[in-house]
């Protein structure tokens, strides 16, 4: 029995740790994407972004094998889920800052928490709630700028968060094992259909002119800020992959609010955004949820 019980804490210490680094290492996609945005649009960046992890991956699956495990369609539905919040929250990032539009996507974990209850049939007790709650409170203390500042636009992180939603649900639902091979296999996949997607979408955008769609020629320099986006992304969510297959939903929702301090960190060091007085309390809400549930999970998990 306490053999049990420690192999469930070690997992469940596991999983904090690669979701956390994976939260921590995610917002420099954004940042890199929001760099590029003037030449380089939304559409691009992600084609690139999801056509570079499937050439990165290719090795490692033609080593461990290019079996799907798991239906078919939910490969292919995490790869068009992933495509599609990609180029929406790009093009989000034209216009806001980075850490504001972040904030917006934190009503994801409080989606994915719903759904992994009702879809997976995963329990949520109050605390878990209460400590969700409290992050998502903190992540609205972030949000400074209204419809009224940016119009339309605002809604596309919140179409983002949504989506990204079902992505970490149909993940939760495939991760078995936390093998690192399942993962890479999983990531492939994603990357695979993303990318077969994306050139469809592209090809559409160019015959009727969509900007966020545009296809340019990037220079030496974006080449390698895209390869450097390509390979953040692939192992963030390879680190996401094994974090899902060792937690559940609500355990897992808290802690993507980490993602705000590299977001905050990194807008402030390169495009100027400094979070106000509200926006750290916000901060401090975040990370103080993250760990609550960390405690309590450590201590009563099983």
Request: hydrophobic share 60%.
């Amino acid at each position: 029995m306490g053999t049990i019980r420690s192999s469930i804490d070690n997992g469940f210490r596991e999983g904090v740790l690669f979701m956390v680094l994976a939260m921590l290492i995610l917002p420099a996609i954004d940042a890199i994407a929001k760099g590029l945005s003037d030449t380089i649009s939304a559409g691009e960046v992600a084609w690139v972004r999801h056509f570079l992890q499937t050439i990165f991956l290719l090795p490692f699956v033609v080593r461990y094998g290019f079996a799907v495990e798991g239906p078919i369609w939910i490969h292919i539905s995490r790869g068009v889920l992933m495509a599609v919040v990609t180029i929406v929250f790009f093009a989000a990032l034209v216009v806001m800052p980075l850490a504001n539009a972040i904030a917006i996507v934190f009503i994801s974990p409080l989606i994915f928490t719903l759904l992994g209850a009702f879809f997976l049939g995963e329990p949520i007790g109050w605390r878990r709630i209460s400590a969700i709650m409290a992050g998502f409170f903190g992540a609205l203390l972030l949000i400074q700028p209204s419809y009224n500042d940016f119009g339309a636009i605002s809604l596309l992180p919140a179409c983002a968060a949504l989506g990204f939603a079902f992505y970490m649900l149909l993940t939760r639902k495939l991760a078995r094992g936390g093998k690192v091979y399942n993962a890479i296999s999983m990531q492939f996949y994603a990357g695979l259909f993303g990318a077969i997607f994306l050139t469809g979408a592209l090809a559409v955008g160019a015959l009727i002119e969509v900007h966020f769609l545009a296809v340019a020629l990037p220079d030496q320099f974006e080449w390698s800020l895209l390869a450097l986006l390509a390979i953040i992304a692939t192992i963030g969510h390879i680190l996401i992959v094994l974090a899902a297959s060792r937690l559940g939903a609500a355990q897992i929702a808290p802690f993507q609010y980490l993602e705000i301090v590299s977001a905050t960190t990194l807008g402030f060091i390169f495009f100027g955004d400094f979070p106000d007085q509200f926006a750290w309390i916000g901060i401090l809400i975040i990370i103080s949820s993250g760990l609550y549930v960390y405690y309590r999970e450590s201590r009563f998990s099983g």
